[in-house]
């Protein structure tokens, strides 16, 4: 069964710091990875996804993420963090064909300092 | 193109009622699954639905039941409804042959 572990369920960051989020997958074939993010009482939206084309993934407000699979991890970037990146950030995985389920991290939430 | 919608947004209700929350996917979009997202559990997966027929289960009681309409709209239905029910209801459409689930603002549902 797949799984994915999200390292660390609270980042802090300054405003202007890197932000580095973790997300490591367990599964037999490199499955297609995504990352969400929620803002208090919405839905998720979708940051980037990595499905096979380049394992160098940039996605919106600025992140990117890096599919290794030597290390099966997935890890979320930013160079500099912004106020209004403050949210939970869901790393979640599925084998894709006619599987359609969703396998997500326990979530990361993510706090910026002034 | 709007994106998927949820109706109703917040409901409340008693143990032992029943519920029936909605999901409109994106136009085009014929894949509808549907999340539970709690505190304690986290994001976990309910079923999915494909020209009206679930393809997927998650692993949850049969009183958790979903359909799906010739229109691709999907409704999901709890009966006798348990304080361990509260919860987000998220539901999420995708279009065949992509990988990618756009989801909703969900449905916040509080049983008391």
């Known amino acids: 069964a797949q799984s994915v572990t999200q390292l660390g369920s609270h980042v802090s960051v300054s405003e202007g710091a890197l932000v580095l989020l973790r997300c490591n997958y367990s599964?037999?074939?490199?499955?297609?990875l995504f990352w969400y993010v929620q803002y208090p009482n919405q839905g998720l939206q979708l940051l980037l996804k990595y499905t096979s084309a380049a394992t160098l993934v940039k996605g919106i407000n600025g992140f990117e993420a890096e599919f290794k699979k030597s290390e099966t991890s997935f890890h979320l970037t930013k160079p500099s963090a912004h106020m209004s990146d403050a949210a939970e950030y869901f790393c979640?995985?599925?084998?894709?064909?006619?599987?359609?389920?969703?396998?997500f991290g326990k979530g990361t939430l993510l706090t910026v300092n002034p | 193109k709007a994106g998927v919608t949820q109706t109703p947004r917040y409901l409340i209700k008693t143990r032992g009622q029943q519920v029936t929350l909605s999901c409109s996917p994106i136009?085009?979009?014929?894949?509808v699954s549907w999340y539970q997202q709690t505190p304690g559990q986290g994001l976990q997966f309910l079923f999915e639905y494909f020209s009206e027929t679930q393809r997927n289960k998650g692993n949850f009681p049969g009183r958790f039941s979903g359909r799906q309409f010739s229109n691709s709209r999907s409704e999901m239905n709890v009966s006798t409804l348990e304080l361990g029910d509260s919860a987000l209801y998220l539901c999420?459409?995708?279009?065949?042959?992509?990988?990618?689930?756009?989801f909703g603002p969900g449905t916040r549902l509080l049983v008391l």
């Open positions: 999420a459409s995708s279009f065949i042959g992509e990988e990618t689930q756009y």
């Open positions: 599964s037999s074939v490199p499955p297609y």
């Open positions: 136009s085009g979009h014929r894949s």
């Open positions: 979640a995985a599925t084998s894709g064909g006619s599987n359609y389920k969703l396998t």
